[in-house]
């Protein structure tokens, strides 16, 4: 029954972080119905602040905020930090060499990260199985990236975009260690709300006039609600379940999706490359998920 219990443990992590990756997908698509005056650093700080204050209101409704306290200042402030300097490093990375480049590179790095830091910091073993599932899925995104043509790659924006994954991975790790013992919602709310004040001072320099037209609302609310608190408090739910490794592999569905509703919404076509890259992202995506089941 107790190994019954830790598959069904794992395959529901494996799914709740599905479900996150696919939300976070949506992002993209979401950006192109915007306003054109919404730009990537007014966007990613409405993102974590309306994400972190819909988290802090549903951890206050299920009454997760009550005796709070004695959280590590240090760990807190770091997984505050990360969320907050993902924002400007990725999208300045974009900047620089591109959005499918930079998106590839952030969210593709994830999963070596995690599994440098969860082996030598959080003693995760790498199983081979893990191994071979990441490189079809990082070849995966590899292939969506050549197909979609005229790609260039700049030198620092590529850095930028390893450090965003980076930071990704940070948040992620510091989270899971919260995650054994504090309440999911409170971890997420209270950690992006601090993020977002980290960030705050850039709304000296940015426009949000874009938040006034009907475009930009409905663009800001599923930004936040649904792109970010509904898709992290999935991704606790998951990450309090399954390796830190094993979420940033299946973290890479979010490109998936990108490419997928690229096609279905915005009339983008996929060339044979990318077809094929769809098919390795799918298959490092289920092995990745049998992986998880079988531990």
Known sequence: MGDAGGLNRAGAGSLFVLAAAVLWGTTGTTQAFAPESAGPLSVGAVRIAAGGLAMLAFAALRGELRGLGGWPPLATAGMALAVALYQPLFFAGVSLTGVAVGTVTAIGSAP?????????????????????????????????????????????????????????????????????????????????????????????????????????????????????????????????????????????????????????????RLSPAAITGIALLLSGLILTSTTSNSK
């Not at 990441?134 to 292939?143: D, R």
């Not at 050549?146 to 700049?154: E, F």
């Open 112 to 268: 070596v990260w995690a599994g440098l830091i969860g082996l030598l910091f959080g003693g995760e073993k790498l199983s081979s199985r893990w191994v071979l599932a990441t490189a079809l899925a990082v070849a995966g995104c590899a292939l969506l990236l050549l197909g979609s043509g005229g790609v260039s790659v700049d030198p620092l924006g590529v850095l930028l975009c390893l450090a965003a994954g980076l930071g990704y991975v940070t948040f992620a790790t510091i989270a899971k260690g919260f995650l054994r013992t504090e309440p999911q919602a409170a971890v997420m709310g209270v950690v992006f709300t601090l993020g977002a004040l980290a960030l705050s001072p850039a709304a000296l320099f940015t426009d949000f006039s874009w938040l006034a037209e009907p475009r930009g609302a409905l663009a800001a609310a599923e930004l936040g609600l649904l792109a970010t608190a509904a898709a992290y408090l999935l991704f606790a739910a998951g990450l309090s379940r399954i390796p830190v490794a094993t979420a940033a592999t299946l973290s890479l569905a979010e490109p998936l999706t990108a490419g997928t509703l690229g096609v279905l919404l915005l009339d983008e």
